[in-house]
Nanobody, 119 residues
Framework: QVQLVESGGGLVQPGGSLRLSCAVS????????MGWYRQAPGKQRELVAA???????NYADSVKGRFTISRDNAKNTVYLQMNSLKPEDTAVYYC?????????????WGQGTQVTVSS
């Protein structure tokens, strides 16, 4: 029932920007917290950014000041604006939904979208 469809990934040069989108269905979107995880091969999953139903946000230290998470409740969509991209940002990015940011690790995941930062 829960469906999370990510888009917007691709290949970008260091210093460039990408905007990821996640279209959500099967939940009351406006009541849920949303987040973006990423995972690179051989590395642990990292919660990059999260946004609560009321709009409060948090970010991993590694992306603070470069990434911005936002949501449009009218469109049931969450976004991740990624600026000043670095090679270490290369990963598969997953959209996640949960009842709260505190339970984000146990929420539902999308299929992921690949982000590759390389010259």
């Amino acid at each position: 029932q829960v469906q999370l469809v990510e888009s917007g990934g691709g290949l970008v040069q260091p210093g460039g920007s990408l905007r990821l989108s996640c279209a959500v269905s099967g939940i009351i979107f406006s009541s849920n917290a949303m987040g973006w995880y990423r995972q690179a091969p051989g590395k642990q999953r990292e919660l990059v950014a999260a946004i609560a139903s009321g709009g409060r946000t948090n970010y991993a230290d590694s992306v603070k000041g470069r990434f911005t998470i936002s949501r449009d409740n009218a469109k049931n969509t969450v976004y991740l604006q990624m600026n000043s991209l670095k090679p270490e940002d290369t990963a598969v990015y997953y959209c996640t939904t949960a009842g709260s940011i505190a339970t984000m690790a146990f929420g539902s995941w999308g299929q992921g979208t690949q982000v590759t930062v390389s010259s």
